[in-house]
């Protein structure tokens, strides 16, 4: 079976420090990998997706990027944390060519930022 | 653009009461409709699925059927308890919507006992 993993659970980190979150995912091979915010009392917002190494698609402009160095492996990071990007960040994935796009998500990062 | 509409929470009910959440969308097309659902500090899992129209998607004692006519997606539950406490999603996936899930800004459930 299919599992997703993210870490860290949990992270204070402090205007202007840098940003590295990772995910990856087991039990599958070339998935379509996701990163979503979810700011406090509002939605998802999809912020990068990824149909395979090295290809990253940007949905939303900010300080913030993503990379994906392995098959299942995508990481966000960003060179210096705003207070804006406190949030709850999910990573997700999907079978490729599925056109359904059923997503599984992770367990979730919370991101806080002083 | 595609988008999700959903009922306003926080919704309180008290155990074994009826429970609808309403979800209506706009898109071009024939999206497929999900319901997510994310309890209390962790990730969204996937409830149910209907991917044409009159579709009933049900897991966990819940459903919602696929209404084209109206454009809605409500889900439903006969008896709630309280461990479904958590905060509901419907979210769209458009035919032209390329990879992107389109979530509603979700449903606060609270069950009481």
């Known amino acids: 079976s299919q599992t997703i993993h993210q870490w860290p659970a949990t992270l204070v980190q402090p205007v202007g420090s840098p940003l590295s979150l990772e995910c990856t995912v087991e039990g599958t091979s070339n998935p379509n990998l996701y990163w979503y915010r979810q700011a406090a009392g509002r939605g998802l917002q999809l912020l990068f997706y990824?149909?395979?190494?090295?290809?990253i698609s940007s949905e939303v402009p900010q300080n913030l990027s993503a990379s994906r160095p392995q098959d299942r492996q995508f990481i966000l990071s960003s060179k210096k944390l705003l207070l804006s990007d406190s949030g709850f960040y999910l990573c997700?994935?999907?079978?490729?060519?599925?056109?359904?796009?059923?997503?599984?998500f992770g367990p979730g990062t919370r991101l806080t930022v002083l | 653009g595609d988008s999700v509409t959903q009922m306003e929470g926080p919704v309180t009910l008290s155990e074994e009461a009826f429970l609808t959440i309403n979800c209506t969308y706009t898109a071009t097309g024939y999206p497929s409709l999900f319901w997510y659902v994310q309890y209390p500090g962790e990730g969204l899992q996937l409830l149910l699925k209907a991917t044409k129209a009159d579709d009933k998607g049900s897991n966990k004692g819940f459903e919602a059927t696929y209404r084209k006519e109206t454009t809605s997606f409500h889900l439903e539950k006969g008896s709630v308890q309280v461990s479904d406490s958590a905060v509901y999603f419907c979210?769209?996936?458009?035919?032209?919507?390329?990879?992107?899930?389109?979530f509603g800004k979700g449903t606060s459930l609270l069950v009481t006992p």
């Open positions: 979210a769209l996936k458009g035919s032209n919507s390329g990879y992107a899930l389109n």
């Open positions: 990824s149909v395979g190494i090295g290809q």
């Open positions: 997700a994935w999907s079978v490729n060519r599925n056109s359904y796009n059923e997503q599984f």
